[in-house]
């Protein structure tokens, strides 16, 4: 699609609200509308949010999971752009599920719920997922002894993607941000989970240039 002129719909967590770069012009949202020349970009970033729902209540603003959200954005957008999962590794209570889920209160249903919501909403119009940023500590131990890796959820989201064949723009391993490496977390995400000004930078470059493809 041709970017410039369009508007733009980002449905996302603290890195779409612009967590990490030092003021709103170089959070990516922004440097993506600069760059690209869109009429318009839709910021519905909220910080601490997830894709799924949480059975137990943990915060009244990080429990606006997306797909509470998602029917509350504007419907004349050009396109949307799904940008999460990470939050609901870090501090979700949602199981993974199923594929044959259809519930929010796991993430597989979640991703079904969502994207079956968008499909209709948008509908013929392009609707993008992007998976999770690598960060630092991207396994942890349920209370049950189970193991749970943000690898995941990824996963889950490509899956679930290719169900309503939806295209997905895998920066989980494709963004060559992974803070494991000492001199990339200093250069591009300083506190290991949000990109620095540098790193929204490269995020808008992937996501502008992915929309293009569409």
């Known amino acids: 699609m041709k970017l410039t002129g369009t508007t733009i719909n980002f449905l996302g967590d603290s890195i779409t609200q612009g967590a990490g770069a030092s003021d709103t012009e170089h959070a990516y949202v922004r440097v993506l509308e600069k760059t690209f020349g869109l009429a318009m970009a839709r910021n519905y970033g909220i910080g601490g949010t997830r894709i799924a729902r949480r059975t137990v209540p943990y915060n009244p603003v990080y429990d606006q999971d997306f797909c509470q959200r998602a029917p509350d954005m504007a419907d004349d957008a050009d396109?949307?752009?799904?940008?999460?999962?990470?939050?609901?590794?870090?501090?979700?209570?949602?199981?993974?599920?199923?594929?044959?889920?259809?519930?929010?209160y796991t993430f597989y249903g979640a991703c079904h719920t969502l994207?079956?919501?968008?499909?209709?909403?948008?509908?013929?119009?392009?609707?993008?997922?992007?998976?999770?940023?690598?960060?630092?500590?991207?396994?942890?131990?349920?209370?049950?002894?189970?193991?749970?890796?943000?690898?995941?959820?990824?996963?889950?989201?490509?899956?679930?993607?290719?169900?309503?064949?939806?295209?997905?723009?895998?920066?989980?391993?494709?963004?060559?941000?992974?803070?494991?490496?000492?001199?990339?977390?200093?250069?591009?995400?300083?506190?290991?989970?949000?990109?620095?000004?540098?790193?929204?930078?490269?995020?808008?470059?992937k996501i502008g240039n992915y929309l293009q493809l569409l």
């Open 79 to 104: 396109a949307v752009v799904v940008f999460g999962g990470v939050n609901d590794f870090g501090h979700g209570d949602a199981p993974l599920g199923a594929m044959t889920d259809r519930s929010p």
């Open 115 to 205: 994207m079956h919501l968008l499909t209709r909403k948008y509908l013929g119009k392009p609707v993008l997922f992007v998976t999770p940023l690598r960060c630092v500590d991207e396994v942890r131990t349920e209370s049950d002894g189970s193991i749970l890796a943000l690898r995941d959820f990824r996963n889950v989201i490509l899956e679930v993607a290719e169900f309503y064949s939806l295209p997905v723009l895998d920066l989980y391993a494709q963004s060559g941000i992974r803070p494991e490496i000492p001199e990339v977390r200093s250069a591009l995400m300083p506190d290991g989970l949000h990109p620095n000004d540098a790193g929204h930078a490269i995020v808008a470059r």
